[in-house]
């Protein structure tokens, strides 16, 4: 009982402050989500593929064709038979010329009927899609940029969709036509790109959405593969060592003692342990293209002697860090002249290092783990250092950071990026798109996906790790998120509102769409309008507060999105992602889950089985929902 009291004055004390610092901020009615506005093509002469069901067009690979470029032709067959019902005969390059033809990837027609490529250009991942005549060809890059670009010519000219990995909209016609002049070439601005969102471990998915992680079969062109995972110190160099080496580890100055938290990176044998181990990573993975040396999740970096005198000399621990994995990188380039030794710029190493700058082959990951996700990363300086007790009871807030909430702040992770971008030569991203906190928290961060995703890019970044709830289905908008994300990975530049009308008619149903999107509207208006900062360990009540008319508003929003539904799996879906508002009532003891309401036990049980029944497992990171939930208690506390 205590506890739960405890609860309500912590809530209604950041309710009032976040009501307070509301009022100084102007109205922002008009929301830019970002890109560049969609324009449908204008078509002035088309050429048919399919009739009523008939066709003489059959699809020609090369009979030396790529394992991608093989499953290219088969994927393209499959979707125009769905679409028309027509199934294409699938012929090698050898076979006779024929009028009509779909070229597949690599074949012995280019040239003889003018279709020009420049394979090295666009790379292993670009495509071109041309039109010459009656012919019809799609080939880049073969390990994965023909099957790229089937699925590209799928979307865009025969309007294939495919917005989860169980929510696939094809369009059903008799007759395929599609642009005679269809022209046009693309490759990813970014190298590496990858998600976690749970509703995007899907391989077929993930290739359809022209990511390179996660995708291991040859079948699907591979992937880009790390060695080691992330946070790999630990098991570089184990803790076992500890008892008998403890100098191997970290000297932290206030506890006077070596700690196991990270390791002595000026200790030669440290040195020399961690690079044999990075070769045996390599060895153990002979497709990985770059291996982990990165730092443990935690702030406690060696302050021996020796590190403090090297932490000078290069600025930082940063300095530090990249002298250390600089020495592992030469030791194995010869060995190992394809691979990228990948490290962090991570909380303590996030600041560029002075004096040093990492090798060719040293690869940087800079992590926006402190950062507001609710300004462009650009602009907002707001940050906020993760407490080490994940789920603090306490999470009161000082008046001097009041302050600073409010405030224009420079952005030291954008300084730092660009600091980054001058010394580096292969320079990562790791951001951050969920409240890791709470799971099913409101995070309205749609309007800043772009603006992040361009400003990488016009910095020199190559490669981008969006991380998510991995852990569970999503209670949000996960599917949206992800499925806007990946579009983002491939071109940042994309209309973001443009992809959230499509997916919002495709997933919800046309008829829910325009509620579920105003809902949208209204929690990114509302988080633009105060001085809320979302951050990625944070408790609902720290900013974002509506008021009960603005709550009748939403749930009516909600009551016409579920009533409108065109199915039960449509309508189970907004359900699902109805929840997340429901639990921002919960956490607020507001309306239904008001303290004084004689059911409010009731509706907490009521939501926690809703919860269940949806497939969800995992409410915060780390934390899987409890079996044994106190319905006293808010849903912040249901977890084991």
């Known amino acids: 009982m205590v506890e739960q009291l405890v609860s309500i004055i912590v809530a209604l004390s950041q309710i009032l402050t976040s009501f307070t610092l509301s009022i100084f901020n102007q109205q922002v009615n008009d929301i830019d989500y970002g890109g560049i506005p969609y324009t449908a093509p204008a078509i002035i002469e088309w050429l048919t593929l399919v009739e009523n069901g008939e066709s003489d067009y059959v699809i020609v690979k090369g009979a030396a064709c790529s394992p991608a470029e093989n499953t290219a032709a088969g994927e393209l067959q499959k979707y125009i038979a769905k679409i028309s019902g027509k199934t294409l005969e699938i012929t090698q390059d050898t076979a006779r010329v024929r009028e009509n033809e779909i070229l597949v990837g690599r074949t012995s027609r280019e040239e003889q009927f003018g279709f020009a490529i420049d394979r090295g250009a666009l790379g292993d991942e ?20 023909t099957l ?13 969709r495919w917005f989860t990995p169980q929510t696939e909209v094809i369009p059903e016609n008799a007759s395929i036509k599609i642009d005679a002049r269809l022209n046009y070439s693309e490759k990813p601005v970014f190298e590496y790109r990858y998600q976690d969102w749970n509703c995007a471990l899907n391989e077929s998915w993930i290739v359809k959405q022209k990511m390179n992680e996660g995708t291991r079969s040859t079948a699907y062109g591979g992937s880009v593969f790390y060695a080691n995972g992330c946070h790999s110190m630990s098991s570089l160099l184990p803790e076992s ?35 044999q181990n990075v070769r045996a990573a390599l060895l153990a993975s002979p497709r990985a293209r770059i291996v982990s040396i990165t730092q443990n999740d935690n702030g406690g970096y060696c302050q021996c002697e020796h590190c403090k005198a090297s932490d000078a000399m290069y600025g930082g621990p940063s300095g530090t860090n990249i002298w250390f994995v600089n020495q592992v990188a030469a030791a194995l380039e ?38 507001c996700f ?39 992770f954008a300084n730092d990026m660009k600091g980054w971008g001058d010394i580096c030569k292969n320079l990562y991203v790791w951001d951050y798109t969920t409240n890791f906190m709470m799971y099913l928290s409101i995070f309205a961060n749609f309007q800043i996906l772009s603006p992040n995703m361009q400003f990488f890019a016009a910095n020199n970044v190559k490669g981008v790790f969006e991380e998510g709830n991995a852990a569970s289905v999503s209670g949000e908008f996960g599917e949206l998120r992800a499925y806007i994300l990946a579009k983002l990975l491939w071109d940042p530049t994309a209309d973001v509102e443009y ?46 507060i509506f008021t009960g008319k603005e709550r009748k508003r939403i749930d009516a929003l909600w009551d016409a999105a579920e009533k409108h539904a065109g199915n039960d799996q449509q309508l189970a879906d907004i359900q699902r992602s109805r929840l997340s508002f429901r639990t921002y009532k919960a956490d607020l003891f507001v309306d239904e889950f008001f303290p004084l309401n004689i059911n409010r036990l009731k509706e907490n049980e009521r939501l926690y089985n809703d919860i269940i029944d949806s497939g969800i497992t995992d409410l ?17 506390y249901w977890t084991e």
């Not at 790229?148 to 294939?160: A, I, T």
């Not at 970290?250 to 700690?259: L, M, N, V």
């Not at 780390?622 to 912040?636: D, E, K, M, V, Y």
């Open 241 to 275: 060592n500890f008892e008998e080496y403890p100098e191997y580890f970290s000297y932290r100055e206030d506890k006077a003692a070596w700690t196991t938290d990270q390791r002595c990176l000026t200790n030669p044998d440290v040195l020399a342990i961690v690079t």
């Open 126 to 145: 670009g495509f071109q899609i041309e039109a010459i005549g009656s012919r019809l060809f799609i080939a880049g890059g073969e390990l994965r940029g």
């Open 374 to 412: 609710s300004h462009p990363l650009e602009e907002c300086g707001i940050m906020r250092i993760r407490s080490e007790n994940r789920l603090d009871k306490f999470p009161f807030i000082e008046l001097d950071s009041l302050r600073a909430r409010t405030a224009d702040v420079e952005s030291a």
């Open 148 to 160: 790229y670009g089937v699925y590209d010519f799928l979307e865009k000219s025969l309007g294939c």
């Open 499 to 544: 992809l959230m009308d499509d997916f919002l008619k495709g997933y919800y149903g046309e008829d829910s769409a325009q509620y579920i999107k105003d809902y949208i509207d209204i929690i990114t208006n509302k988080t633009l309008n105060t001085s809320h900062h979302i951050h990625i360990f944070q408790w609902q009540y720290e900013g974002l």
């Open 620 to 636: 915060t990171l780390g934390g899987p929902i409890s079996t044994t939930p106190n319905f006293w208690l808010t849903p912040a």
């Open 334 to 371: 010869d060995e190992f002249p394809n691979a990228q030794f990948d490290t962090f710029a991570y909380q303590y190493t996030r600041t560029p290092p002075q004096n040093i700058v990492p090798r060719d082959n040293v690869l940087v990951r800079l992590c926006s783990i402190e950062c």
